[in-house]
């Protein structure tokens, strides 16, 4: 059986894992070491089994906990060049493991296919990961738009984890600048709860099985208006729609046979 666990998703810190019979796989490290080892121990997530580390992008709430936990699980990193080039520095003595855009690489039981996505990042990436049973877990988030990629990897997903940032309304009346509601809100920002709305509806079909919305803004966001924008597409679906917390961890998604 493969699990998703979801040990927390927002502004201050990123952090997911994918376990199986083959192993645990985690997917961005943005709390501190300690933070992660203690909502694994939360949601009930072996750390000791870890098979490898693998990020979406470079920025500090998915990365800050990563040089440290894969020195003490002696793990490698797996990320795209350009945001390796950009961790190097802080990264000694971790091994690292190039991820292939467009193409798959494979680490314990898991395939994982990577392809870009509009950030502001150095090179950010969605993901698909193929677990040893065959479930395949979208993770999909800091992105300002939806591309092509991003549309092929969510198709026949049997999970997936995809930002809804902000609603609308709550953005325009948040407070920031113009500038920053622009650069939220652009092309290279993050993705909203309308237009993840949108993306659902493009890509939802009978197996999908669990959809997590996550990086929700504190400021610009409710799990409230998330939830009201997005299950409406699921209406008369089976798919369950959770919502990411920042302070705490999810309880276990498990997946069903496929």
């Known amino acids: 059986m493969t ?11 990123n952090a997911l894992a994918l376990t199986d019979d083959s192993g645990t796989l985690l997917i961005d490290a943005g ?43 002696a793990v490698p990193v797996l990320a795209s060049l350009g945001t390796w080039d950009r961790l190097r520095p802080r990264m000694p003595l971790v091994p690292f493991q190039p991820l292939t855009l467009m193409g798959r690489v494979e680490i314990g039981g898991y395939q994982i296919e990577a392809c870009p996505i509009s950030h502001d990042a150095v090179q950010p990436v969605a993901l698909r990961i193929t677990s040893l049973g065959g479930h395949r877990v979208v993770v999909a988030y800091d992105l300002g738009r939806p591309t092509t990629g991003v549309r092929y990897l969510l198709r026949q997903a049997h999970a997936i984890v995809l930002e809804a940032n902000h609603d609308d309304l709550l953005l325009r009346t948040s407070g920031y600048p113009p500038a920053v509601q622009q650069r939220i809100a652009g092309s290279a920002g993050h993705l909203s709860n309308r237009a993840a709305a949108e993306l659902l509806g493009e890509v939802a079909h009978a197996e999908l099985s669990a959809v997590v919305l996550a990086h929700l803004s504190e400021r610009c966001n409710t ?36």
């Open 3 to 13: 699990t998703l666990h979801v040990l927390g998703s927002g502004s201050a810190g």
């Open 31 to 73: 709390f501190s070491a300690r933070e992660v080892v203690r909502r694994a121990a939360t949601a009930g997530l072996d750390l000791t089994r870890t098979v490898g580390i693998v990020l979406t992008h470079e920025h500090g709430d998915h990365t800050s906990g990563v040089a440290r936990l894969a020195r003490q699980l």
């Open 223 to 258: 799990s409230e208006a998330a939830r009201a924008a997005v299950e409406p597409v699921f209406a008369g679906w089976s798919t369950a729609v959770h919502v990411a917390r920042q302070d705490a961890p999810l309880a276990p998604i498990r997946l069903g046979p496929v």
